[in-house]
């Protein structure tokens, strides 16, 4: 039994959820990757606006992949440049 089968109960919900896996695309950490992270985290704390190591990768990961980022946190994530962003839950 899958994790989440605990919690989804619905067959609907748990069939949109895998269908939703099936057109996901996984990003592994690469050097490219690991290299702009490197470079974000400098600058943020040379600016001594640091954020998490989780939200730098993250970040770095959309930046080296050309893809914006989806997120409830614009002002976290506007502290690195020229990082493009999205909030669904403001539309």
């Excluded at 614009?74 to 690195?80: K, S």
Aim: hydrophobic share 40%; aromatic share 8%; with cysteine.
């Amino acid at each position: 039994m899958r994790y989440f089968e605990d919690y989804i109960d619905n067959e609907k919900k748990l069939r949109d959820f895998e269908e939703l896996m099936d057109k996901s695309e996984i990003i592994t950490l690469d050097r490219g990757i690991i290299e702009k992270a490197s470079e974000i985290y400098a600058g943020l704390k040379r600016r001594g606006e640091l954020i998490e190591d989780a939200d730098i990768l993250i970040a770095a990961s959309c930046l080296v992949k050309g893809m914006v980022l989806v997120t409830d946190n614009e002002e976290h994530f506007r502290r690195i440049e020229s990082l493009e962003t999205e909030n669904w839950l403001t539309r």
